[in-house]
């Protein structure tokens, strides 16, 4: 069966500073999708960040980026320059024709 | 606006009392589907829908129904809820199905069953 998993329960970074979020996945499909979510406290799930498996380059957004490394079937989450606002639940999910995988999740905190 | 509608937000029924969680969305979107959170486990895809009248399971469908009467609903049904069903509910949608669409999510409902 698919899965996600993410192996950091709780991260802890400091302002300004970079965190890499952790995520590996097991398909046997070709054609799949990564994406990476956050869920601040509130509990709304926003889109941060797609990585396509036929994508050569690692996508980025704005401060995120994803490590995309297709034969360790692993697609880390890099924010650069930490914010406050940046403390929240980190999802991983992957896509492929029908059904949607999402890992436990990591909880990241940001100190000042 | 675009954007998907969950309700209610929030539910404290009885075991065994049927209820539904509507959902809608503005987008046109195919795809729809519905998760379930609880701690520890993230999200789990209950049943989701590629098209009207086409639904199919996901990895936790046991006490779920679902419908996809029109492209712009797909109600979740818990036809006799039990407590093991408390959770956080999310339906999402996207433009089609497949590898490369992100998934738009409603902002949730909370049930607790008793």
């Known amino acids: 069966a698919q899965k996600i998993t993410q192996t950091q329960p709780g991260m802890f970074v400091q302002e300004k500073e970079a965190v890499t979020l952790d995520c590996t996945y097991d398909?046997?499909?070709?054609?799949?999708?990564l994406f990476w979510y956050k869920q601040p406290s509130s509990g709304e799930m926003i889109f941060l960040i797609y990585?396509?498996?036929?994508?050569?380059q690692n996508a980025t957004e704005g401060r995120y980026s994803l490590n995309f490394q297709k034969a360790r079937k692993s697609a880390n989450l890099v924010i650069s320059a930490s914010q406050l606002g940046d403390s929240a639940m980190y999802f991983c999910a992957q896509t492929s024709y029908d059904k949607v995988i999402f890992g436990p999740g990591t909880s990241l905190s940001v100190i000042p | 606006e675009a954007q998907v509608t969950q309700n209610p937000r929030y539910l404290i029924t009885v075991t065994g009392k049927k209820l539904t969680v509507t959902c809608s969305q503005n987008?046109?979107?195919?795809?729809m589907s519905w998760y379930r959170q609880d701690p520890g486990l993230g999200l789990r895809q209950i049943y989701y829908s590629m098209n009207v009248e086409v639904t199919d399971k996901g990895d936790v469908p046991e006490g779920y129904k679902v419908s996809r009467k029109e492209k712009r609903n797909f109600p979740l049904i818990l036809e006799s809820p039990s407590p093991n069903q408390t959770s956080l509910y999310f339906c999402?949608?996207?433009?089609?199905?497949?590898?490369?669409?992100?998934?738009?999510f409603g902002p949730g409902t909370r049930l607790t069953v008793l």
């Open positions: 987008m046109n979107h195919e795809y």
């Open positions: 990585q396509g498996s036929y994508d050569e």
């Open positions: 398909t046997s499909d070709q054609s799949y999708g």
């Open positions: 999402a949608s996207s433009l089609s199905q497949g590898a490369v669409n992100e998934q738009f």
